[in-house]
């Protein structure tokens, strides 16, 4: 999933964005409107975290740009404005959550987690064959097993069990899951799969991830392979 933090401040700005990422989040920063209305008429986002007070505007006027789009994502508010005057305020312009500076960073997360299950009507649990994936524990086992995840080996999992039968290209998962553009260079992809592939299929006789030579990889609980020869 991808977040998008609308913070001036570098050092909250950087707290936030390494904190997310570790959580298995992909993460943008727009560090004042201008930047933040650019990114969101860019980038379907999955949630923004929203600071109100920016350089070059109120970031009320952020939220309301925000909420006249089509498309309009759950938008939690981080702000030092903690009176209850500015919360309520912000919740009637169209904020779901308002978190006030200082903040406890577990409590944000637990707060992103709730607002990304209440915004997206996902099933919390996923299942390809006897491989479990628990999305709000973030949980992984197999054949009753529990396997023990990185939190970008969850987010790939996770992807690929939500788009199970169908083939994800590197690039795909690269933007899905970090926060940088595919270069056509990178290998990034292909070590996270074989670490997964450690985990989660070397000791079981039926293979999940299959390669898709021309494509990327797929998760399929198949007992034939997916990859084809060239040409076919």
């Not at 401040?9 to 992909?26: T, V």
């Not at 023990?148 to 080996?153: V, Y």
């Not at 799969?193 to 390669?211: M, N, Q, V, W, Y």
Request: hydrophobic share 40%; proline share 5%; glycine share 8%.
């Amino acid at each position: 999933m991808r977040l998008l933090v609308v913070e001036d401040e570098k050092r909250i700005a950087g707290f936030l964005s390494r904190g997310l990422e570790s959580a298995g989040y992909a993460v943008d920063v727009a560090g004042d409107g201008k930047s933040a209305i650019e990114c969101v008429q860019g980038t379907d986002y999955d949630l923004i975290i929203l600071d109100l007070m920016l350089p070059d505007t109120d970031g009320l006027k952020v939220l309301e740009r925000i909420r006249n789009r089509k498309a309009s994502p759950p938008v939690l508010i981080l702000s030092a404005r903690g009176g209850v005057d500015d919360r309520v305020k912000g919740l009637e312009v169209g904020a779901d959550d308002y978190l006030t500076k200082p903040f406890a960073f577990v409590e944000l997360l637990a707060r992103v987690r709730a607002l990304l299950r209440r915004g997206q009507p996902l099933p919390e649990r996923l299942q390809v064959g006897d491989l479990v994936l628990d999305c709000i524990r973030r949980r992984v086992s197999r054949a009753g097993e529990t396997i023990d995840l990185a939190p970008k080996e969850f987010s790939i999992l996770e992807y690929l069990m939500r788009n199970r039968g169908r083939p994800l290209s590197r690039t795909m998962i690269v933007e899905h899951v970090w926060d940088m553009d595919y270069d056509g260079l990178t290998n990034i992809v292909d070590v996270y799969i074989r670490h997964l592939r450690s985990k989660i299929d070397d000791r079981f006789p039926l293979k999940l991830i299959h390669t898709v030579r021309g494509i990327g990889y797929m998760l399929e609980s198949a007992e034939q392979p997916a990859e084809k020869p060239a040409g076919q």
